[in-house]
């Protein structure tokens, strides 16, 4: 028997939708925390994130989107500025990977009700699954990179641009929409 058809039976067996998506969760979410251990929980590594990090950091300290003292266009406002909310509860880079990590692995939530509405239930538990194990989202939870909150962004967009295609969103998803789209 094929791996994927495997792979399949074993989803479909998994009825109780509960046991599925903490299955699924939790293994996203320990696969991103073995990458951040991996590479060094509390560790910059690239010029890029200490970058996202400093613009952040003079965010939450009031000194503007500024880098070393002065004002800075050198990245677009997004993401420093998803960093400087986060910095709110910790400035530790172990938090903000962390939340990324939660984020990531919440991620699935949006890429199974993508391919359930555009697929089957079978084929979207498959896609839930390539995605909790994809080795590049885990590898952008360990690092301060934008790329990882643009690609849930996205996802979420599409989900909501679905829904509105099928005539099942109501106001407040709508609003939602457009303040994603707006942003992103």
């Known amino acids: 028997m094929k791996t994927m058809q495997k792979i399949s039976i074993l989803l479909a067996r998994i009825g109780n939708k509960k046991a599925f998506w903490a299955i699924i ?9 073995i990458m951040i251990f991996l590479l060094g929980a509390n560790k910059l590594h690239y010029g890029d994130e200490f970058t996202y990090y400093k613009i952040a950091t003079s965010l939450t300290n009031g000194e503007g989107f500024s880098l070393n003292g002065e004002p800075t266009a050198i990245v677009s406002p997004a993401y420093p500025t998803f960093l400087a909310l986060a910095m709110i509860f910790s400035k530790s880079i172990l938090w903000l990977k962390l939340l990324q990590a939660v984020l990531a692995s919440l ?78």
């Open 25 to 33: 969760f939790l293994l996203a979410l320990s696969i991103r925390l």
């Open 107 to 184: 991620g699935v939530i949006l890429v199974y009700n993508l391919a359930k509405r555009l697929t089957g239930s079978i084929s979207a538990k498959i896609a839930a699954l390539a995605y909790a194990i994809y080795p590049p989202i885990a590898y952008l939870s360990a690092v301060l990179y934008p790329q990882l909150i643009g690609s849930l962004w996205i996802l979420a967009i599409f989900y909501l641009w679905l829904l509105w295609k099928n005539r099942k969103i109501n106001a407040a998803k709508a609003f939602l929409w457009g303040i994603l789209i707006g942003i992103g």
